[in-house]
């Protein structure tokens, strides 16, 4: 199987592509450095899977992966990650995404997925797994979104012109977010919702 590799920590990148080249019946045709160079390799070298980091410079592996889906490209997309966030699986799910690995697995443990992807299956680490089963999401989509404008400075006036809404209504959806984040404030229910990777 043809692989492209898209990492933007150099090293990781170059150990990633030397290790999948011992594999028989891996070959990395093209490494990338950022989401941009990642979706110009899958686009001109066709490759059966692209490998993506989660959070790279100008586009993230998110990014590419939802571009690449609005394409109906039938590359398969799989995600390497340090990050055990709700949300991004959640994100990566929707965009056609078929695996999702953490980035210290090891390589035998990266070839088997890679194959079980090839063949038409998916592939999501234990690890991962497990966290991401306990953690849902509890904001609906409207407060997402409030809460997403909130944290780009935006007033409650301001989002609710965005969002047609009252600005009593936005205030609500900001308290019940409050409240169901535990958060002591606003600004405090950003922070959480971001760490979680709820506002993506």
């Known amino acids: 199987m043809k692989v492209v590799i898209a ?12 290790l999948l080249d011992l594999e028989d019946d891996i070959e990395v045709i093209g490494q990338a450095e950022n989401g ?9 070298l ?21 571009r690449l889906f609005s394409l109906k490209h039938p590359c398969k997309v ?24 953490l980035k210290d697995s090891p ?5 088997a997925a890679l194959r079980k992807v090839n063949a038409g299956g998916r592939a ?9 089963w306990e953690a ?4 609906t989509e409207r407060e997402q979104e409030v809460l997403r404008y909130a944290s780009e400075g935006l007033s409650a006036r301001e989002i609710a012109a965005r969002v047609h809404l009252t600005a009593g209504t936005v205030r609500n959806y900001m308290s019940e977010s409050i409240r169901k ?7 405090d229910a950003i922070s959480i919702a971001t760490h979680k990777g709820w506002l993506t």
């Not at 990492?7 to 030397?18: C, F, I, P, V, Y």
């Not at 849902?136 to 904001?139: D, R, Y």
């Open 36 to 44: 941009e160079q990642a979706l110009a390799l899958v686009l001109s």
């Open 107 to 111: 390589i035998d443990e990266l070839g």
């Open 7 to 18: 990492e933007d920590q150099g090293m990781l990148r170059g150990a990633l592509s030397a």
């Open 136 to 139: 849902g999401n509890p904001l």
């Open 181 to 187: 984040l535990e958060a002591k404030n606003r600004i």
């Open 78 to 101: 799989v995600i390497l990650t340090t990050f055990s966030r709700a949300g991004y699986f959640q994100r990566a799910m929707r965009s056609g995404v078929c695996g999702f690995l």
């Open 124 to 132: 999501v680490s234990a690890e991962l797994a497990v966290s991401l």
């Open 46 to 66: 066709s490759p059966d899977i692209c490998l993506l980091d989660i959070e790279m410079p100008l586009l993230s592996g998110l990014d590419v992966a939802e």
